[in-house]
């Protein structure tokens, strides 16, 4: 049974999160370490594992819905890039930290003592293991919700950081702040078998054309277009692509 001190100390996370939930043993169950149950010798499925389990799931599938609307221009090799850096346990950690997640722990003895509620793998797991348990309870909606304003800082910097040299948004940024119509991109060439196909893409700017480029990709032959778009409008020189 959850007495009523603990019930408090739920509650006031959730509204934190700005979530409801009645679902409080299985909300305490995502906050327990298993150095407490171990200490305390409680069985090890009242402790966060297997709703950490679940909420990795659970955030993976959220931020990957998220990014995907987003950057709805990025190929699945720079989604997959943001989505890795967003859900480590240095991200996760920077926001259990927002949230003060570590106060609500319930830690046994030792890992008390060595500081566990400010330890990044503790708050990574058991914010994984706060999102299963409010998965469960129904609350896929309000999770959706949360990541987007809990990780909106975090994606922009992540952004920033992994696609310094995003051509196509890059290109796309220019024209929208000079008056220009957006890009243009067309397919010049398409050959090879169709499990080994090599496409070949121009880029138009106001019906001047500013780019080719190839790849295994239409995607990819589009960014390599709009990287030599961007190399001749003076955007990015050599020199600095290089680096």
């Known amino acids: 049974m959850i007495n009523k001190k603990r019930k408090a100390d739920i509650n006031e996370l959730l509204q934190k999160l700005h979530i409801e939930s009645q679902d409080y043993e299985r909300l305490d169950t995502a906050l327990t370490h298993s150095s407490y149950t171990f200490e305390n010798k409680i069985p090890s499925l009242e402790n ?44 996760l950690t920077k926001i259990a930290n927002k949230i003060d997640l570590g106060k609500h722990l319930k830690l046994g003895y030792h890992e008390e003592k060595s500081g566990g509620r400010k330890r990044a793998s503790t708050l990574a797991c058991a914010f994984e293991a706060l ?52 890009p243009i991109y067309s397919v010049i060439k398409e050959e090879g078998p169709p499990h080994n196909k090599m496409f070949e893409i121009g880029v138009i700017i106001n019906e001047k054309p500013l780019g080719i480029g190839s790849g295994k990709s239409k995607k990819e032959a589009q960014q390599k277009s709009a990287e030599m778009a961007v190399i001749e409008l003076g955007l990015l020189d050599q020199e600095e692509k290089s680096e």
């Open 131 to 182: 999102l299963g348990a409010l998965y469960l309870d129904g609350k896929l909606k309000d999770l959706q919700n949360l990541i987007v304003q809990l990780f909106e800082d975090e994606v922009t910097e992540i952004d920033q950081s992994v696609s310094k040299y995003n051509f196509k948004a890059m290109l796309q940024e220019y024209t929208q702040a000079n008056g220009l119509e957006l």
């Open 48 to 91: 966060n594992e297997r709703l950490e389990f679940l909420g990795d799931a659970v955030l993976k599938l959220i931020a990957s819905d998220y990014l995907q609307e987003r950057f709805p221009d990025y190929t699945e090799g720079e989604l997959t890039k943001i989505r890795a850096i967003l859900i480590s346990d240095a991200t």
